[in-house]
């Protein structure tokens, strides 16, 4: 009989493995700030966490009423960002343990991301994580982005995985939607904890409710490999940290 392979890891970028939110606020800001916009604040930019870049500019755009067309603004603002992730993107700490331990242990891994592809090759190559995760896909690269599945079962096809033997790492309800609706597990670390009531959540495997301050790579990785009874960490839909 044919043992099922072992778990394989797909993770979100930015606001789950790297605190990329910082750049990409300020991006937004300096983009807006070129078309008129000077009231648009972090708490603007929150409610855009977990959604793909081209989406929010979209939305960003019929709410200012920018002329410019979406194509311009998405250049604009992929550049703003690249010149400041190159500078300085933080990897959660956590999060480079838990990565370390799986390539360790031989885990497949990806990333899988609203961010354009070349925003992803830079974050992952400032960072040092490219040594670790060199396989990666962006929502630019499949027709529909998060909450829609495409972008995790994309990264799972090029893993040569099926969807029931990945599991997901998000920080955002869009993305943990899209997990479930790819038919994969979830570990859910919202990155505004506020958000963790969000039903989206509700749905996540393992859940740490306060998010990164609460994440441990320990406590993750024994939940991953089937330890986590025996490790005293909860497990299960809907186990919450």
């Known amino acids: ?7 394989q890891v797909i993770f979100d970028l930015d606001g789950t493995l790297v605190d990329s939110e910082p750049n ?7 983009l807006l700030a070129r078309y008129g916009v000077s009231d648009f604040g972090w708490e603007d930019h929150t409610r855009f966490i977990g959604i793909g870049t081209r989406e929010t ?3 960003l755009r019929s709410e200012y009423g920018i002329d410019a067309p979406v194509d311009e603004l998405l250049a604009g603002k992929n550049a703003l960002y690249l010149e400041l992730a190159g500078a300085s993107t933080e990897v959660f700490g956590q999060m480079r343990v838990f990565v370390e331990r799986l390539h360790a242990a031989g885990v497949p891994m990806a990333v899988a991301s609203g961010s354009s592809r070349a925003a992803i090759g830079a974050v992952l190559a400032v960072t040092g994580l490219d040594a670790y995760i060199p396989l990666y896909v962006s929502a630019e690269e499949v027709a529909h982005g998060k909450p829609e ?3 995790f079962l ?3 096809r090029r893993m040569g995985a099926v969807p029931a033997d990945c599991v997901v790492l998000e920080d955002a309800p869009p993305g943990a939607a899209a ?3 790819a038919g994969m597990r979830c570990i859910a670390v919202p990155y505004v904890p506020a958000t963790a009531s969000d039903p989206a959540f509700a749905t996540a495997d393992l859940l740490f409710a306060q998010g990164q301050s609460a994440f ?3 406590a993750a990785y024994g939940w991953l490999l089937g330890g986590a009874e025996e490790a005293g960490r909860p497990a299960g839909p809907g186990a919450r940290t």
């Open 149 to 151: 599945p495409d972008v």
């Open 1 to 7: 009989m044919t043992s099922r392979p072992g778990p």
């Open 179 to 181: 997990a479930r609706a």
């Open 154 to 156: 994309e990264a799972a």
């Open 216 to 218: 441990t790579a320990e």
């Open 57 to 59: 500019l979209e939305t």
């Open 24 to 30: 990409y606020y300020e991006a937004g800001r300096r």
